[in-house]
């Protein structure tokens, strides 16, 4: 058999080069769309996803890391009682009001993060270098991500106030940008002179590590069953209260509501672009077509000719998008853009870009085999 | 030829045709609608083709010439009326089985040549015989054979790009040809050449009803046709209106 769809691709490369460049195109905006959703969402939940802690414990109902409020402090109590749980440890979240010392303009919102700073604390455990948690011990010592240096209007080294309280910032991290605001970690005894008379009603959440991440759910279950004398509480595993807390900030604010439509009108950009530039290139060889069909090549193997088609015209797009959007992404991690993409995420994309092209196609096919072929020849 | 029942053709001598048709159309209307006009392009035609001829159906622009053709060919189905193409009722054939009988009986040239550009002049005539359920041995052979027919070996590996218009128009008839169609359709196919490249298709079709006993049914306009064709058929107002033959043109008796 003639490979006539790849030779056609091959010999005609100019007529294809828009269909292809759309359907690249069409990669881009989805897969950079996604990665933007999943990086700036994710940050809704770093303070979890950055810490090796298997439970959180909060007070009931809380929507988001951020919302937290005071527990008890037999909480940990609690926690610790439970067999799988092998370390407790507080979590002291304060909203703070930070003024440089540098500059004359107004505060910062920032949200100060007091943890422990033993070497085996869990929180932000995989963002703080042994060194980093032990220079937290010194009072008044805090540390910011990197990219919001500038907007505190400070330096590693800079000295700052928060909510009146002296501190300077002994160290700069990538990854803690938050979203709402910015996130300063200090030791859980620096947040609670920060915050005053807040800090002795309890810590806002108890974190816990199990003997195995596979018992943290039935830990979770049986902590859930109810505690007469304890709290009030709720318990979550790690991968629901980070999950809780991005669905939060995606579906139930504005902002969220906004970037989702957002990504749906790009993806019918792209998909209408992608559709239309195959449509083209299939009525491109209308008659060719309809020469064959007329011959008796059935419309069903014409129609196999035109997927075949689409595939090639899909998968050189997918590469090329693909390549185009790893390209982005790292350009963006490396300016400090909240981006993020999963092996899961990318293949969801390029499954969606091929559906598209595939159904594009199909349209196409479809538009052509309507039309009667004796009027096609003329 | 307009009567109103099947009967053996009548030549210009008067001679009764003997043999069975290979083509014939009974009866057979058919009309479009234009707008909210509906407009009757055939009116109770009756038709019989013989093997081994070229017909040749001549009128002027928008007789029902194409519309004929199309029909015969079974490319479209008549409003009314039977046709009969090599002992089959095309009427009775659903969609699919129209395909099959054209993939296996049928072959087309177009006044548009309608070639891939992408693929050489041996690949053009290849391409259908793919779908026959052909082995690529055989049909590179039979392709080649084809291309032999119409002279144009020396081009087997040029794309149209390369070629002229009365090869290109030659490629496309290697193309229809290969299948070894008992049944061969031309519509306007020397409408779009110049005077040679016009006579030396027309040689070819001739040759190949001739030596392969192939029904060519012609549709044009062009009058350097007719002297050219065994048997011209006058139409007009869809209508025949008139059955010529050449005088020395003897269809075969044994028609497919």
Request: hydrophobic content about 45%; some cysteine; proline content about 4%.
């Amino acid at each position: 058999m003639i490979a006539l769809a790849r030779k056609t691709l091959i010999h005609e490369w100019r007529r294809f080069v828009p269909a292809v460049f759309a359907v690249g195109f069409s990669c881009v905006l989805l897969s950079v769309q996604a990665a933007l959703v999943l990086g700036i969402f994710g940050s809704a939940a770093v303070y979890v996803r950055a810490s090796g802690a298997d439970l959180w414990a909060g007070y009931p109902g809380t929507q988001s890391v951020n919302f937290g409020r005071a527990i008890g402090q037999d909480v940990n109590l609690r926690l610790a009682m439970d067999p799988a749980v092998t370390a407790t440890e507080p979590y002291l979240w304060v909203d703070g009001d930070w003024r440089s010392n540098q500059g004359s303009g107004g505060g910062v919102s920032v949200y100060v993060s007091g943890i422990r700073t033993a070497a085996d604390g869990m929180l932000f455990s995989r963002l703080l270098a042994p060194w980093q948690r032990a220079a937290l011990r010194d009072p008044g010592a805090v540390i910011v991500d990197r990219e919001d240096l500038s907007t505190l209007d400070t330096t590693v080294g800079g000295r700052a106030w928060i909510n009146a309280h002296p501190v300077h910032v002994v160290a700069a991290v990538d990854g803690l940008r938050g979203l709402g605001g910015v996130n300063v970690i200090t030791s859980i005894d620096s947040a609670r002179e920060i915050a005053g008379s807040e800090g002795s009603a309890g810590p806002t959440y108890v974190v816990a590590r199990t003997q195995t991440p596979a018992q943290a759910a039935q830990a979770q279950a049986r902590l859930a069953a109810g505690a007469p004398g304890f709290g009030p509480f709720e318990v979550w595993t790690a991968k629901e209260f980070a999950r809780r807390s991005q669905l939060y900030w995606l579906l139930d604010t504005g902002a969220g509501v906004a970037v989702l439509f957002m990504v749906g009108i790009v993806c019918l950009v792209g998909t209408v672009v992608t559709s239309q530039s195959l449509m083209g290139v299939v009525a491109g060889s209308a008659r060719e077509y309809a020469v064959l069909n007329a011959l008796g090549v059935s419309r069903r193997a014409l129609g196999l000719l035109v997927v075949e088609q689409a595939c090639w015209i899909g998968g050189l797009g997918l590469l090329l998008g693909g390549a185009a959007s790893a390209a982005l992404l790292v350009l963006a991690n490396t300016y400090g853009v909240p981006v993020a993409m999963t092996p899961l995420t990318a293949a969801a994309c390029a499954l969606l870009v091929g559906a598209v092209t595939l159904l594009s196609g199909l349209f196409a096919m479809r538009g052509l085999m309507a039309a009667d072929p004796a009027l096609l020849l003329r | 030829m307009t009567s109103s029942a099947p009967r053996p053709s009548l030549g210009a001598a008067g001679r009764v045709q003997r043999g069975t048709p290979s083509l014939q159309a009974i009866d057979l209307h058919k009309s479009f609608v234009s707008g909210v006009v509906q407009v009757q392009v055939l009116r109770q035609m009756n038709l019989s083709i013989h093997a081994g001829e070229l017909t040749l159906i001549s009128g002027p622009s928008g007789c029902g010439k194409s519309t004929l053709l199309s029909l015969l060919s079974a490319l479209q189905k008549p409003d009314s009326g039977t046709i009969r193409a090599l002992g089959k009722d095309l009427a009775s054939l659903d969609a699919r089985a129209l395909e099959r009988f054209r993939l296996h009986h049928t072959g087309f040239v177009f006044q548009g040549f309608n070639l891939f550009p992408a693929l050489t002049s041996l690949e053009q005539v290849q391409l259908p015989l793919g779908y026959l359920g052909l082995s690529a041995s055989e049909s590179l052979q039979r392709a080649q054979d084809a291309l032999d027919e119409v002279g144009l070996t020396q081009r087997a590996h040029m794309r149209p790009a390369q070629l002229s218009g009365g090869e290109k128009q030659r490629v496309a008839i290697a193309r229809a040809i290969a299948k070894s169609p008992q049944l061969l359709f031309a519509d306007e196919p020397t409408s779009a050449l110049d005077a040679d490249s016009g006579q030396r298709v027309i040689d070819i079709l001739h040759r190949i009803a001739r030596s392969h006993g192939t029904t060519v049914l012609c549709v044009s306009h062009d009058p350097r046709l007719v002297r050219h064709a065994d048997r011209v058929l006058g139409m007009e107002d869809g209508a025949i209106r008139s059955d010529w033959r050449q005088p020395d043109a003897e269809p075969e008796a044994s028609a497919a």
